[in-house]
T-cell receptor, first 111, second 112 residues
Framework: DVKVTQSSRYLVKRTGEKVFLECVQDMDHENMFWYRQDPGLGLRLIYFSYDVKMKEKGDIPEGYSVSREKKERFSLILESASTNQTSMYLC??????????FGPGTRLTVT | DQQVKQNSPSLSVQEGRISILNCDYTNSMFDYFLWYKKYPAEGPTFLISISSIKDKNEDGRFTVFLNKSAKHLSLHIVPSQPGDSAVYFCAASFTGGFKTIFGAGTRLFVKA
């Protein structure tokens, strides 16, 4: 079974803090994704990566950056957290590119 | 501009009956469609998919129908079970699957 793990289930940060969200997958998948899920908006793609050190912007990259130094690990960075970044963050991975395997999510609250 | 729309935020169905979840899309370049199921406090899990060259795909109690001319997708669950109560996301992908657009989700309640 594919396993995608995320470093925290719940996180509370203050406005202006730098926030790191980490994601690890154990199936040697090439492609990894970061989404945020908000009520009424579904899942929106922030960034994705199709190889180590490669990254592409998704639909809402503003205020975020990513890092992929190892194939199994994909990190999402909030350089200076703001209250409008309070959300559920979901990491996913895939080999073929269609069916994605998701982690359990990190609920981030920025106060 | 929502390219994938699930117009029903919620749906309530009696156990044993059919659940029909609907999804509309606007971009004719999508070539693959998927349904994901999400329980509270868990990430979405893949349920069923369909290629744009097909009009139906079946997997046990779950069937997905695709009407390309109407740009409409539906998921049928027969018979519905209380364990099917979850949020269902419709998703559409372009070739290669790197860019997947998700709908807002429909919360299904199956009453015992």
């Amino acid at each position: 079974d594919v396993k995608v793990t995320q470093s925290s289930r719940y996180l509370v940060k203050r406005t202006g803090e730098k926030v790191f969200l980490e994601c690890v997958q154990d199936m040697d998948h090439e492609n990894m994704f970061w989404y945020r899920q908000d009520p009424g908006l579904g899942l929106r793609l922030i960034y994705f990566s199709y190889d180590v050190k490669m990254k592409e912007k998704g639909d809402i990259p503003e205020g975020y950056s990513v890092s992929r130094e190892k194939k199994e690990r994909f990190s999402l960075i909030l350089e200076s957290a703001s209250t409008n970044q309070t959300s559920m963050y979901l990491c996913a991975s895939t080999r073929r590119g269609y069916e994605q395997y998701f982690g359990p999510g990190t609920r981030l609250t920025v106060t | 501009d929502q390219q994938v729309k699930q117009n029903s935020p919620s749906l309530s169905v009696q156990e044993g009956r059919i659940s029909i979840l609907n999804c509309d899309y606007t971009n004719s370049m999508f070539d693959y469609f998927l349904w994901y199921k999400k329980y509270p406090a868990e990430g979405p899990t893949f349920l069923i998919s369909i290629s744009s060259i097909k009009d139906k795909n079946e997997d046990g109690r779950f069937t997905v129908f695709l009407n390309k001319s109407a740009k409409h997708l539906s998921l049928h669950i027969v018979p519905s079970q209380p364990g099917d109560s979850a949020v269902y996301f419709c998703a559409a992908s372009f070739t290669g699957g790197f860019k997947t657009i998700f709908g807002a989700g429909t919360r299904l309640f199956v009453k015992a």
